[in-house]
Nanobody, 121 residues
């Protein structure tokens, strides 16, 4: 079994900051790319930021310069630092990991449970 457990969401005022973490645990052989996605009410889930095992990053245009993704490969933890938050950042945020389970060697996408972020004054 593999679990991705997120923490760090909540309510913040415009211009504020939040930091997410996502811890992967279980029978993990290795983790390839990891990323953060979000889904606002009435909208499709979209990629926010992604990071390869070698720390190459990719960001949605809407968050470039404000959000920073990072990972700790030794601990299997993914982070997202969100600064200068705007009301349009309000959404449920999901972490994603493409990983291989011990004994299978087939890469599979796993998702966290989702964490609500509300940016409002």
């Amino acid at each position: 079994q593999v679990q991705l457990v997120e923490s760090g969401g909540g309510l913040v005022q415009p211009g504020g900051s939040l930091r997410f973490s996502c811890a992967a645990s279980g029978s993990i052989f290795g983790i390839n790319a990891m990323g953060w996605y979000r889904q606002a009410p009435g909208k499709q889930r979209e990629l926010v930021a992604a990071i390869t095992r070698g720390d190459r990053t990719n960001y949605a245009d809407s968050v470039k310069g404000r959000f920073t993704i990072a990972r700790d490969n030794a601990k299997n933890i993914l982070y997202l630092q969100m600064n200068s938050l705007k009301s349009e950042d309000t959404a449920v945020y999901y972490c994603n990991a493409n990983l291989m389970i011990i004994g299978t060697m087939l890469p599979i996408d796993y998702w966290g449970q989702g964490t609500q972020v509300t940016v409002s004054s």
